[in-house]
């Protein structure tokens, strides 16, 4: 489209030439002036065709920014509830791990007041222990000093191992063959002894009684059917004995192991000798 300047210019260069009333170089000049502008109008036609592409390009572009602008605000906000929602659950989990620290840390108080305590009945058990091993020890030794000539004539044998005190006695010093009673001259050498057990009242005392392999013969099979039986009768027989004797019966038990607790080989005499025993224990109470 044509600026209105130039349409201007235009018609009056027209008028001028019909008119006739111009002279000649005038027209010429006047037609020389219409072509110049007819050349510029062109050139501005050119021009504005120029700018108006420009324009559209330019457009186009403001349009694909506002799209982009759009989709970043969009990415903006969705980057914003991420945001959020990352913020919210951090400061959830801070305070959950704050929680369960507080709470270790309760934990870990009771855990050493816990530990101070298992220390101490530690130090208080082994206190005892140490009491219990003295005391074994000195009965032990006490043991020895009472029984010297018949742990030296081989009829007592006394031991002592972590607390636990042993007295072998062999049963030809305690009773006669196939009896279950303890003759005089046991009883005196059992006596000796339990003047030494009434010192002892933080022990339990087993009395067991053991047999060799000679299997029971003879109308004494008919009170005695097995070497358990006769080992039970001795046990039991001794037990009374020390109960008799002021010994606490509630630290008092009996058990029979006949023939099956062997000390000694059993295909000799001097080891069936062995073998034929009461054992008196002393052990730590329960």
Sequence with gaps: ???????????????????????????????????????????????????????????????????EKN????????????????????????????????????????????????????????????????????????????????????????????????VDVVDKILFDSGRAEVKPEGLDVLKRVVEILKTVTDKIIRVEGHTDNVPIAGTLAKRYPTNWELSAARAIDITRYLEKEGLDPALLSAAAFGEYQPVADNETPEGRAKNRRIAIILLPKE
């Design 1 to 67: 489209m044509l600026h209105p300047f130039f349409r201007f210019l235009t018609v009056a260069a027209a008028l001028l030439i019909l008119g006739g009333c111009v002279a000649k170089s005038d027209y010429l000049q006047k037609q020389s002036e219409a072509d110049t502008l007819q050349r510029q109008l062109s050139a501005m036609t050119d021009e504005n065709a120029r700018l108006k592409e420009q324009i559209d390009r330019l457009t186009a572009e403001k349009e694909k920014l506002a799209v």
């Design 71 to 166: 989709n970043l605000t969009a990415d903006s906000n969705v980057l914003d509830a991420r945001l959020v929602a990352k913020t919210e659950e951090l400061a959830r989990t801070i305070a959950e791990t704050t929680r369960a620290i507080e709470e270790l840390k309760i934990k870990n108080a009771e855990l050493e007041g816990d530990k101070q305590m298992l220390r101490e009945s530690i130090a208080l058990v082994k206190k005892t222990k140490e009491e219990e091993v003295q005391t074994v020890s000195r009965t032990y030794e006490d043991l020895l000093n009472e029984m010297k000539g018949e742990i030296e004539q081989g009829q007592i044998a006394i031991t002592e191992l972590k607390g636990k005190l042993t």
